[in-house]
């Protein structure tokens, strides 16, 4: 275990006013480590108080700075693979800072368009709407003719419908708006003019097909679709501004098309159906695609948006060179030319820019050296793997499930009456007919079946069920919703699962294992490495976590998690 004094050999370091520890010049306050444990999620949180726990906070909180010290010390801060991906994210910054600054701010909706909308739109109305749902194309062409030769169309959904919730109510679904209706594969035109009455023609719904008539009308109060429709044209004036910004950009930064570039590209994808850099050679994933003024966007720098996005899995964005235009203006080309109006704008001189870059910079370096020293080593052999899975089987094992009977009632008075009536030859069964309060049960005697759903919805019974012996009355058991009276017929599940089956979950089990240790370790390793650059005032971190602040959030993590 880490001691303060190994860090502060003297009896008392003495820090400036508010100062609780110094990691070389940079100071940690008495109110930043509060705020660190204010802000630990609480399953993170210590129980109790003493000098135990104010160590382990202030160990976790050093941590952060020894890695930046040991990340800045191997020279990850300019480690290529570090510098990628910081400038990914800075260019995205910058980006979202210049359109909040000089796009954003040109989007306004006022009321008379969102009124607009709302009365073009349909969304000013609900329909009743009545169907008739069938699986065959003949079936409904069938339907159809009878329905314009006279037809009653409620008699024919009850005999043909295969949608259980109308065919009871003559293929009548109940008031939908026009978004339920685009759910239902209605098209917009047809509820917004398809007279009340009228029979739509045969609409395809997914595999199956669909007649539907409207019945009539009720009016949705603007009220009700004010915030929706002003997002929604909002997003959209946004999007046209954003386009025109880029079409300018595209004009004043004369982006041009590589056609060298291009071509190499569908050469690429006439040969493989997903192209990946690992197709291409190191001099081919530098052929600019796009140049522009001081910069190029090259083949490389396509393919590392491209993927990035799942649609790429289909072969999205290399079908054809219209397709990879099209592609690059959304992945790539976007967000280059609004990162470069960004600069040109002064938007990364800004000081709070400066400042979002050094953290940017900080988190990926923590997360390089992460990698490096506990990711890396942590992976998981099969012998570990088995190793696990060998001495924790209560982590494999199944689901168990129960099939049980039970009579549930409101009052423990009850529930011994029940007994009482058992021990004179009534059967639970007969009991539950009659008394159970149990949704559902009575129709089916109080015959439950209880799994990993109840385990989560009836944690009472489940709790008390799992305990239960087979086929012996329990009870009274004070449950949800009232008290319960019952036996277990049979139980399933429960056994280990197979190794073979659960291998990858022991392996991640044991990679989460050996990443914790090897973390634990790497600040261990860092707090005896920078010792000597480590000052901590042991008076100065219990005025900042007094028993009493501790004990405060403890309780408070405690009856949180009681209640969950």
């Known amino acids: ?27 940690i306050s008495a109110v930043e480590v509060r705020d660190f444990v204010v802000q630990m999620p609480q399953s993170l949180r210590l129980q109790g108080a003493g000098d135990r726990v104010r160590k382990h906070y202030l160990r976790s909180l050093l941590g952060k700075y020894l890695l930046v010290l040991e990340a800045t010390g191997r020279g990850l801060d300019t480690a290529a693979v570090v510098q990628t991906k910081v400038m990914q994210y800075w260019r995205q ?49 069938q339907i159809y003719e009878q329905l314009t030769a006279g037809g009653d169309f409620a008699q024919l959904a009850a005999e043909y419908t295969i949608d259980e919730r109308s065919a009871a109510q003559g293929g009548v679904l109940g008031f939908i708006d026009l978004e339920q209706a685009r759910r239902l594969q209605i098209p917009d035109e047809l509820f917004r003019s398809l007279p009340n009455g009228q029979l739509s023609p045969i609409l395809p719904m997914g595999t199956r097909y669909q007649i ?45 098309l590589v056609p060298e570039g291009l071509e190499l590209l569908l050469d690429k994808a006439a040969l493989h159906t997903r192209v990946r850099l690992t197709h291409l050679a190191d001099e081919e994933v530098d052929q600019p695609l796009f140049t522009y003024k001081e910069g190029q966007i090259s083949v490389g720098d396509y393919l590392n948006a491209l993927w990035g996005d799942m649609r790429a899995l289909s072969g999205w964005g290399i079908r054809d060179s219209a397709e990879v235009v099209d592609t690059a203006r959304e992945l790539v080309l976007t967000p280059v030319l609004l990162a470069e109006a960004a600069q040109r704008a002064g938007l990364e001189e800004l000081a709070a820019g400066q400042q979002r870059l050094e953290e940017i910079r900080t988190e990926f370096m923590i997360k390089q050296l992460r990698q490096e020293e ?23 094992r199944e689901p168990a499930q129960y099939i049980v009977v039970e009579v549930l009632v409101e009052t423990e008075v009850e529930a011994v009456g029940l007994l009482h009536a058992i021990a004179q030859g009534a059967t639970l069964g007969t009991l539950a007919q009659k008394h159970t309060i149990r949704s559902g049960m009575k129709e089916e005697d109080g015959l439950m079946h209880l799994g990993e759903y109840e385990r989560l919805t009836l944690p009472r019974l489940f709790k008390a069920v799992k305990a239960a012996d087979l086929n012996k009355i329990i009870g009274p058991v004070h449950v949800e919703g009232g008290h319960s009276i019952f036996k277990v017929l049979n139980r399933e599940g429960g056994e280990v699962s197979p190794f073979f089956q659960v291998e990858k979950r022991a392996r991640a089990l044991v990679r989460g294992e050996k990443r914790e240790q090897l973390f634990e370790e790497l600040i261990d390793d860092l707090l005896d490495k920078y010792k000597e650059r480590i000052a901590v005032s042991d008076s100065a971190l219990t005025a900042a976590l007094p028993d009493t602040f501790l004990q405060h959030h403890a309780g408070e993590a405690l009856t949180k998690g009681d209640g969950s």
């Open 1 to 27: 275990m880490w001691s303060l004094t190994a860090c502060s050999p003297d009896a008392e370091v003495v820090l400036e006013p508010g100062v609780v520890a110094r990691v070389d010049s940079t100071s």
């Open 93 to 141: 910054h910058l980006v979202d800072t210049y359109r909040q600054l000089a796009l954003v701010p040109d989007v306004q909706v006022s009321e008379e368009e969102i009124r607009d909308y709302f009365a073009r739109s349909g969304l000013d109305r609900k329909r009743q709407m009545a169907g008739i749902l069938v699986e065959e194309d003949s079936t409904a062409k």
């Open 212 to 256: 539907v008539r409207f019945r009539q009308d009720q009016p949705v109060p603007l009220e009700e679709k004010r915030q929706q429709i002003h997002a929604m044209l909002y997003e959209r004036k946004r999007l046209a501004q954003e386009r025109a910004e880029i079409a300018s950009l595209t004009r004043k930064l004369d982006v041009q």
């Open 374 to 396: 506990v990711m890396d080593p942590s992976e998981a052999s099969l012998e570990e793997a088995r190793d696990f899975y060998e001495d924790n089987e209560a982590l494999f």
